[in-house]
């Protein structure tokens, strides 16, 4: 301990100080009590004019002391209730101190960037279908008093199983907020009433029943269209941070009334679950019991979840939110064999085999780096505009408005004014993508490469469509040139999707920009006609993505990220992210989901649906889903830029269709040879 800071002690005359926190360690009882006299300025400065009680009173009451705002003692030394109930306070802030964490560079980067306009807060929701059985033999939890298992979950269901998987204790972060400075996870504290002095105290407990995070609503009456409403409210409706960083909206109604699950999927439920109905001349009427069908009513559960950006990136949420499954342990089994496999292949390496390898890591980088820098600049300098802002010939007053209120000539208060577009559905199963991909655009063809140029076949639809609506309604104005190439940002998990064993949550993404493919000749017509070959576009963008994909570019991303949220200016920072998307078009994000279905509380998962939330500067964010061997798409975006994202998804429909025929084609010449 310095000299300065015991000579600061002896100046204020203080001869007992309490000790409510255990010592850290290395540190003596009578340090940690020292450290904890004056945790902020405000408290040192309520103290410096007073000396208060004396030691035995400081043995009768010890947290009172060094606190006090008011000296005012009885002639036993005992101090005042007023007195002790400002060192209740004073106490709480400071375990709210020594409980903080400091948050991740791009956590609070998200915070930085982030607008009124676009919050950086993803949405997705989980759907259930009605339990049948339970996986962990926790039956008796979930029974009703009839005997029967309810078709639903409610959010108390929710909460149970929330601490009985000991998430609170696994992931401490989902029962924190972010500090008021913006530079701190602090927990969310239980209040307890405190009845002899008329105050609450805060602790962290497990009997912190998640009412702020957690809340049961109406279920969706209209098919997709109340679902969208409340996705899109979530994604525009700016969280307070300093209060929470997640919610989760609870519903229950009939199988496929909400959309979350497709009809085809609850078609298939209902037609199975008639099926196990025993046949009325096998059942009588009198034992209901035995009828499966009408002890589980098609019923469907839908989780809505918003997260803040700064909790974690998707691949944590997710990954930390599989906690909850019937299926955790096992998942967490591969995970860790995944890891011991990786470590042994490393290991069978000798040492000049290692030291080659890091140094070919090393030279990739140095060089990579390089190369990823320069052509990151030369995006950012021959993209001046973005090409969904370039079609509408407008002002720049008039397109300044519009990133604003989201329309021209208005307030924001039309259908356009802030709001979003957002659309998803089930593609097709994950192996015909693949064989699709791999039969089009060659062997090393990704899934993401496939829809990536499926989603850009749309972009140039969408901005043919928003030109020649410009057009019709200037009163003059000059056609702009066609956009042939147009800029996507990819984001990257370094992790590769997969979080290690025991690492908590946080944010682990990068991201770099490619120029693919644009409006290519007859790709920019809002049909599905098409002079240019849907599988020419394929090879130019798994071509062109290819390139920056085995370059260190996402690294470089995300380290960028880093330095400026530690050390630029807010403003700087703010500006340097907007510019850093090159003007993109459109983000494409990759999200592997389980290779098979999953339960909870025995509840089947039927679908799991993300939806991008778009920075500023992006109109279009499109994420490629992978769920129980299916793949799945969601498009979020500005209406001013895509005012019916249900159009927008037929048109990448409408892409991956025409590659399915090519598909089938190359393979039907490939067998007469």
């Avoid at 995070?213 to 969706?220: I, K, Q």
């Avoid at 996507?488 to 944010?507: D, E, Q, S």
């Amino acid at each position: 301990m310095s000299a300065a800071f015991i000579i600061n002690v002896l100046k204020r005359k203080v001869t007992a100080m309490p000790h409510w926190l255990l010592p850290t360690a290395g540190a003596s009882l009578g340090s940690a009590a020292a450290l904890t006299a004056y945790p902020y300025p405000f408290a040192e400065d309520e103290t410096k004019d007073s000396l208060c009680g004396s030691t035995a009173g400081a043995a009768a009451s010890p947290y009172v002391n060094p606190y006090a705002t008011h000296c005012e003692s009885n002639v036993n030394g005992n101090v005042n209730t007023q007195s002790k109930t400002r060192a209740m306070q004073l106490l709480e802030e400071q375990k709210k101190v020594n409980l903080r964490t400091r948050m991740t560079a791009i956590g609070k980067f998200s915070l930085i960037s982030q607008t009124d306009n676009n919050p950086s807060q993803p949405a997705f929701f989980i759907a259930l279908s009605n339990a049948k059985d339970n996986g962990e033999g926790n039956a008796k939890d979930h029974i009703d008093t009839t005997g029967t298992w309810p078709s639903y979950m409610s959010a108390q269901e929710f909460q149970k199983t929330w601490f009985r998987k000991e998430m609170h204790i696994k992931h401490p972060r989902f029962h924190s907020k972010v500090s008021s400075c913006g530079e701190f996870f602090e927990p969310l504290l239980a209040q307890h009433d405190n009845a002899s002095t008329s105050t609450s105290t805060s602790t962290p407990s497990k009997d912190n029943d998640l009412g702020m995070h957690v809340s049961e609503t109406l279920h969706m009456h209209v098919y997709r269209l109340d679902l969208k409403a409340r996705i899109e409210q979530l994604l525009t409706n700016v969280m307070d941070v300093t209060e929470k960083l997640w919610t989760v909206q609870i519903s229950n109604g009939d199988l496929g009334s909400s959309g979350a699950i497709s009809r085809s999927r609850s078609n298939e439920i209902i037609h199975n679950l008639q099926l196990q109905q025993p046949s009325s001349s096998a059942t009588s009427s009198s034992t209901p019991t035995n009828n499966v069908y009408n002890k589980h009513k098609p019923m469907e559960t839908v989780m809505l979840f918003r997260c803040h950006h700064s909790l974690g990136d998707a691949v944590s949420i997710v990954t930390a939110l599989g906690d909850l499954l019937d299926e955790a342990q096992e998942i967490q089994d591969k995970i860790k064999l995944h890891f011991r496999n990786r470590k042994l292949k490393m290991n069978s390496y000798n040492m000049l085999q290692r030291l080659w390898k890091k140094l070919q890591k090393l030279m990739w980088f140095l060089f990579g780096s390089i190369q990823a820098i320069a052509n990151q600049g030369y995006l950012v300098w021959t993209t001046p505009k973005n090409p969904f802002l370039a079609v509408l010939n407008l002002t720049p007053a008039e397109e300044k408005e519009l990133l604003r209120f989201g329309s021209v000539g208005g307030d924001g208060g039309n259908d356009n004014g802030n709001s979003r577009s957002i659309s998803w559905c089930d593609v097709a199963h994950l192996d015909q993508v693949k064989k699709v991909a791999k039969t089009v655009g060659g062997p090393k063809t990704t899934v993401n490469d496939l829809f990536v140029s499926c989603v850009t076949a749309a972009v140039a639809k969408q901005l043919a469509q928003n030109r020649d609506k410009a057009n019709n309604t200037a009163a003059a104005g000059i056609q702009p040139d066609l956009h042939k190439n147009i800029n996507v940002v990819i984001p990257a998990h370094l992790a590769g999707g997969i979080l290690p064993p025991g690492r908590g949550i946080g944010n682990l993404i990068g991201a770099f920009v490619a120029k693919v493919p644009g409006e290519m000749a007859g790709s920019n017509k809002a049909s599905n006609e098409s002079s240019s070959s849907p599988s020419e576009r394929l090879r130019q963008v798994h071509s062109s993505l290819d390139i920056v994909k085995r370059s260190p570019a996402p690294i470089i991303g995300y380290l960028l990220a880093k330095l400026s949220s530690n050390y630029l200016p807010e403003s700087l920072a703010t500006a340097m992210f907007k510019r850093s998307s090159a003007n993109a078009a459109v983000a494409i994000s990759n999200s592997r989901g389980y290779d098979k279905k999953v339960h909870i509380n025995g509840r089947a998962v039927e679908s799991m649906t993300g939806f991008y939330p778009l920075p500023p500067g992006l109109p279009v964010g499109v994420l490629v889903q992978s769920y129980g061997n299916v793949v799945s798409l969601s498009v979020t975006a500005e209406k001013w830029a895509v005012p019916d994202a249900d159009q927008f998804l037929a048109w990448v429909l409408d892409e991956y269709k025409l590659l399915c025929v090519e598909a089938s084609m190359a393979k039907s010449q490939e067998q007469q040879k």
